[in-house]
């Protein structure tokens, strides 16, 4: 590669990005006279967990560069449930093998903000935007499905 200049194609470049998930705690009722947890409590729970997860479970093309958790938990009051409902952000640094293998962190219900840092262009083959659409059309029947399972929809 020269000087500032990008390959004609794509398939061999890796693309750096930082991702923000945030992860919700909702506060569950405690028994009797003992207090359940705060929603912020539950809400840094649930973000240990699922940062744990990423660090000891591989993804395929993906590799995770670093995972900061320093952002603090916030609290949204929701007007349809009329609760307070509290998020615990991270942001992970990934490095990923393509723009189809990004697809499996940003089709989740907690991805709130990507960050591209490098290529700065990027362009798409024909056959390049045929995979990433067919990948997203993966993930939706995925997530669909999960939504199913969990609401007991079928």
Known sequence: MADGQLPDCTENRTIRAKIRLDFKGTAKPGKLFFRGKSIERVAEEI??????????????????????????VYIVYDDVTNTDTAYAPVVIDVSADS???LIKLVAREDFRKIEVLSPGPVTLSRIDTERMLF??????KQYRS?????????
């Open 135 to 140: 990948r997203v059309a993966e993930e939706m």
């Open 47 to 72: 973000r240990e967990q699922n940062v744990s997860a990423f660090r000891n479970i591989p993804l395929q093309g993906i590799n995770i560069l670093d995972i900061d958790i320093g952002s603090e």
């Open 146 to 154: 999960m939504l199913e399972r969990k609401y007991n929809l079928r």
């Open 99 to 101: 723009l189809e293998d």
